[in-house]
């Protein structure tokens, strides 16, 4: 899929105005807003499968009705226009949110943090879920995740890196709390929709944009004028998709429908994880073929220069003022430290001893 036909269909579509949720003969018409371009491979088409599903497995009892960032409100005004009623739900990265509470950014995603799989047993077993929930509600909203892209790719820049120092003045556009990373390394953060990254790489208003994966980032164009493509560091181990529903509108279910919309949502979170790794490498080795990107790993002093600038950002957020938000940040923390260790007693020598056995 080209870039030219991620945007040809949200380009097309015309804005519809705000209601409530249309209910005949007993059957429920949601609106689902997203913040991505309606066919970009990942988190757009996943979240045409949520919509899908969620009409699928109620058996129509309620239709979901997907527009594309732009058509009904910008990508970044989806969280005001579920949390006041206006449409029914959307599907966005919990990280977009750090500026009404970076507790709710780290569960998208934060640097050197949780992977796709502890992230999910963090919210299910050790009760992160139910905080989620609480934070959420205060926003008029109930949260579900259901989608993981996985380890995310440091980005796309014009020139090769080296040291710390090549972040100092650097134009990035950088997403979440990894945003405030690279400011500390000197960076220009700039936030901004996906759909406008492109253009700004062509202009030269920006030096270098991350994204999400191969697939995923190859079809935005990103490569065409940014050729250095550099591979994850831990950065960001893994990145959150939400699917997020007015309160009242989900209150008001039957128990039944309550529960069809809680499995539509945690079986494309399965899913999500396992397409992206089935087809990021496809996508990697289409774009160094065809497209001539460059990949390279990121130099050991960014890395660590990285890890540390994390590590402060954290020790502010855990001091947050709200008691809600205070908790669910060390609640992160203690689990993250403690899956580290875990996976370097099971999952580092394991994946150190398949290295050793080459399959050719």
């Known amino acids: 899929m080209n870039r030219r036909s991620v945007f040809r269909a949200g380009a097309a579509a015309a804005a519809a105005p705000f209601a409530a949720p249309a209910i005949a003969q007993g059957r429920i018409e949601w609106r689902m807003v997203t913040a991505w371009p309606r066919n970009l491979p990942g988190p757009g088409t996943q979240a045409q499968r949520v919509a899908d599903r969620i009409t699928q497995l109620t058996g129509g009892r309620i239709t979901v009705r997907l527009f594309a960032a732009g058509e009904i409100v910008p990508p970044f005004g989806v969280f005001d226009a579920v949390s ?76 090769e890196l080296a040291t710390p120092d090549d972040f100092r003045g650097l134009r990035f556009r950088a997403g979440g709390l990894i945003g405030a990373v690279y400011q500390r390394l000197g960076a220009a953060v700039q936030q901004m929709p996906v759909g406008e990254v492109f253009q700004a790489l062509q202009a030269g208003t920006i030096d270098a944009a991350e994204f999400a994966g191969p697939w995923s980032d190859g079809p935005l164009g990103f490569g065409q004028v940014a050729r250095f493509y550099y591979q994850p560091c831990g950065q960001e181990p893994s990145a959150s998709l939400e699917t997020v529903i007015h309160k009242p509108r989900f209150d008001a279910l039957p128990d039944d429908l309550k529960l069809a919309v809680r499995f539509a949502c945690e079986s494309m979170n399965e899913e999500s994880i396992a397409e992206w790794d089935h087809r990021n ?26 890890a540390d600038a994390a590590w402060a950002v954290m020790r502010e957020l855990r001091e947050d003022q709200d008691p809600l938000n205070r908790s669910i940040i060390q609640s992160y923390i203690e689990y993250r430290n403690r899956a580290v260790e875990f996976a370097g007693l099971a999952y580092t020598p394991t994946n150190a001893g398949r290295a050793l056995l080459p399959w050719a």
């Open 84 to 159: 006041q009623g206006t449409v029914d739900l959307y599907h966005a990265t919990p990280h977009f949110w750090f500026s009404r509470s970076r507790a709710a950014a780290i569960i998208g995603s934060f640097p050197f943090g949780l992977t796709n799989n502890e992230l999910i047993s963090w919210l299910r077993y050790a009760g992160a879920q139910e905080r989620y929930d609480e934070l959420y509600a205060r926003f008029n909203m109930k949260p579900f995740i259901c989608g993981n892209s996985g380890p995310q790719w440091t980005g796309f820049f014009r020139r």
């Open 281 to 306: 490498p496809l996508a990697l080795r289409e774009m160094v073929e065809r497209q001539g990107v460059q990949v390279r790993a990121v130099p050991e002093p960014i890395v660590k220069a990285m």
